[in-house]
């Protein structure tokens, strides 16, 4: 059953930005904490972003300053705010709980020129 659906995913120019959007299912949307990972070919998954339940943020050092995380909670929705995108940023992004279910599909970021 699925969990989290991702969507929002693209091909972007380098300096580009996306805007990605993660809705729950009702029964896992309480989860204290909820994060957006990225996987690029040949490496291993990757935190990005982290959203609690009472709002508050932490981000990787690699996408301080660039990426956003957000929540609308009566959509039951996260969103993944994404500027000034650089190739490296190519993966594809899930969402997940803390602690984790089952992974999803994912949406395909690709930044190329």
């Known amino acids: 059953q699925v969990q989290f659906v991702e969507s929002g995913g693209g091909l972007v120019q380098p300096g580009g930005s996306l805007r990605l959007s993660c809705t729950a299912a009702?029964?896992?949307?309480?989860?204290?904490?909820i994060n957006w990972y990225r996987q690029a070919p040949g490496k291993q998954r990757e935190l990005v972003a982290v959203?609690?339940?009472?709002?508050?943020?932490n981000y990787a050092d690699s996408v301080k300053g660039r990426f956003t995380i957000s929540r609308d909670n009566p959509r039951r929705t996260v969103y993944l705010q994404m500027n000034s995108l650089k190739p490296e940023d190519t993966a594809v992004y899930y969402c997940n709980r803390e602690p984790p279910l089952p992974w999803g599909q994912g949406t395909q970021v690709t930044v190329s020129s």
């Open positions: 959203i609690a339940r009472d709002g508050s943020t």
């Open positions: 009702l029964n896992v949307f309480s989860a204290y904490v």
